[in-house]
């Protein structure tokens, strides 16, 4: 079992940054990958970018690339979602997931992720 647990959410300004952080409790670098998602107010998490360990190349959705990715550090088993650019409609609960890795499957959504942290709230100030 892999357990995660989110940091690094807070209050900012829209135009500001943000670098959310998610520990792992273990991943072994080619089986994983680990996933962000947002949770909107209907309740639906919405992929934002994902990192394999193994692979170590992030992808973000469309809705946001060019202002969030995410980053690998294998030695701390952390990985990162770097915000930038923020707007208010970026606030939201943020969190990050593991799953196991197959070639081809799509991981912007929640469904192909076994382990969730519990959150961390963004807040964007206008």
């Known amino acids: 079992e892999v357990q995660l647990v989110e940091s690094g959410g807070g209050l900012v300004q829209a135009g500001g940054s943000l670098t959310l952080a998610c520990a792992a409790s273990?991943?072994?670098?080619?089986?994983?990958?680990i996933g962000w998602f947002r949770q909107t107010p209907a309740g639906e998490r919405v992929g934002l970018s994902f990192?394999?360990?193994?692979?170590?190349?992030?992808y973000s959705a469309d809705s946001v690339k060019g202002r969030f990715t995410s980053s690998v550090d294998n030695a701390k088993k952390m990985v990162y979602l770097q915000m930038n650019s923020l707007r208010p409609e970026d606030t939201a609960v943020y969190y990050c997931?593991?799953?196991?890795?197959?070639?081809?499957?799509?991981?912007?959504?929640?469904?192909?992720?076994?382990?969730w942290g519990q959150g961390t709230q963004v807040t964007v100030s206008s």
């Open positions: 990192v394999s360990p193994g692979l170590g190349r992030p």
């Open positions: 997931a593991a799953g196991l890795y197959y070639s081809g499957a799509y991981y912007l959504t929640p469904r192909n992720y076994n382990y």
């Open positions: 273990k991943f072994t670098a080619d089986n994983y990958v």
